[in-house]
Nanobody, 124 residues
Framework: QVQLVESGGGSVQAGGSLRLSCAAS????????MGWFRQAPGKEREGVAS???????SYADSVKGRFTISQDNAKNTLYLQMNSLKPEDTAMYYC??????????????????WGQGTQVTVSS
């Protein structure tokens, strides 16, 4: 079965950086769209960034220019490099997967697999 395990979260000051990792297993990695969504307390889930099976990437407007999604197919690992972090980026971040080509920013509901999440806390 699909398994996604996130790591790399933590606490940083505004302006700092973090890199999240997601180790994936249990499926044909290359046929899936992979992405990240986040959820802050009391708020709805928000699609942050994704990469579909053809390599096309999508980003939420709130993170464009600051976050970069990438993946290492040899390691079946997805990354999210987060720079210039802001307090409003504070949330639990989840790695997610969907079969086929989807954009997590607008198609979050199609991402039916996700991990346990990793907490990101940005202080001002």
């Amino acid at each position: 079965q699909v398994q996604l395990v996130e790591s790399g979260g933590g606490s940083v000051q505004a302006g700092g950086s973090l890199r999240l990792s997601c180790a994936a297993s249990g499926y044909t990695y290359s046929r899936y769209s992979m992405g990240w969504f986040r959820q802050a307390p009391g708020k709805e889930r928000e699609g942050v960034a994704s990469r579909d099976s053809r390599g096309s990437t999508s980003y939420a407007d709130s993170v464009k220019g600051r976050f970069t999604i990438s993946q290492d197919n040899a390691k079946n690992t997805l990354y999210l490099q987060m720079n210039s972090l802001k307090p409003e980026d504070t949330a639990m971040y989840y790695c997610a997967a969907a079969f086929g080509d989807w954009n997590i920013v607008v198609d979050l509901g199609y991402f039916g697999y996700w991990g346990q999440g990793t907490q990101v806390t940005v202080s001002s």
